[in-house]
């Protein structure tokens, strides 16, 4: 992995600044969306994430997080039968930093989180039983060009590749967002990421046909051939059963000669969990600040 100084934001005050004099290193962070040249050079960073009606920014260095909403994982139900599309959700990272600083950041997982309040922690990426993320594989992946999400990678290998996972990461740690003295001016990066959520399709029925034929020609000859086929059947996508409900009806009545006529049905329901009630997931972006003297530490808070 490429090493990188990293500097703690008090060192920053002094590698940023050029006249003048802060209280505190807070003064280096913004929570506004664009960086802002100080008429007293005391330096400026931002930094933030967003999505679909989704902006986080970090106000002293601390992680941003964005939402995966519930409500969207459940659409890969909408992949069922013989569907394998991806449903992807794209979401951006975005910052600048003045001077001599520069901008690294970390993607990791959080919890899922339900609308109770509850939580879950992806131990390992492996989502809680009875949740469709539980019956789905995520991948969380940079974009191509042009925003690009259409190159799904393979799962890592390692601790988040492991058969268990739902959820991988892919080039997620030691992101650079900036290098160190590069945006003097201040203006926005930003840097798209692919969330791609595909259904783990429960085994499919797959059926196997054969015809054949013969018959007799003109020349009295007898000529046969056979052909064979598979037909696969697939069944809508869906959460683990509850269970069946057997039904029963029957009814009886006296015919117009006297009779007593009597008969009965049954039938049987499978019923579903409603999957409304999906949790949401979390997924937290951490930004780290870098600097161009490679004398500086690493930290990425703002101290006195």
Not at 2 to 9: E, F, G, I
Not at 55 to 64: I, K, M, Q
Not at 256 to 282: C, I, K, Y
Request: with cysteine; glycine share 10%.
């Amino acid at each position: 992995m490429r090493r990188r100084a990293v500097l703690s934001l008090t060192a920053a005050i002094a590698g940023v600044m050029t006249v003048g004099s802060v209280s505190t290193a807070n003064a280096l962070w913004t929570t506004n969306d664009a960086v802002v040249v100080p008429e007293m050079r005391t330096g400026a960073l931002t930094f933030g994430a967003s999505a679909e009606s989704q902006t986080a920014l970090s106000e002293s260095g601390e992680p941003v997080e964005i939402t995966v909403p519930g409500s969207e994982i459940a659409t890969v139900l909408d992949q069922g039968g013989l569907r394998t599309e991806p449903v992807i959700r794209r979401f951006h990272v975005t910052g600048a930093a003045l001077g001599i600083a520069g901008l690294d950041y970390d993607i990791t997982i959080g919890p899922q989180v339900w609308s109770d309040g509850r939580t879950a922690d992806l131990i390992d990426g492996a989502a809680e039983d009875g949740t469709l993320l539980a019956d789905s594989t995520v991948r969380i992946y940079p974009a191509g060009l042009g925003d690009d999400c259409s190159v799904i990678p393979d799962a890592p290998e390692g601790l988040e590749g492991e058969a268990g996972a739902n959820v991988h990461l892919t080039d997620a740690v030691d992101r650079t967002l900036q290098e160190p003295a590069a945006n003097p001016s201040g203006v926005q990066i930003s840097q798209t990421w692919c969330v791609a959520m595909l259904w783990n399709h429960r085994t499919d029925g797959l059926y196997a046909s054969e015809a054949s034929a013969h018959g007799i020609a003109v020349d009295g000859s007898e000529n046969r051939d056979f052909d064979t086929w598979e037909a696969a059947v697939a069944f809508p996508a869906s959460l683990k059963a509850i269970g069946v409900y057997d039904h029963i009806a029957w009814a009886e009545g006296i015919g117009d000669d006297g009779t007593l006529s009597r008969d009965d049905s049954s039938w049987n329901g499978t019923v579903h969990p409603d999957p409304a009630g999906e949790p949401d997931l979390v997924i937290r972006i951490d930004p780290r600040v870098t600097n161009a003297n490679p004398a500086i530490a690493p930290g990425d808070h703002a101290t006195r």
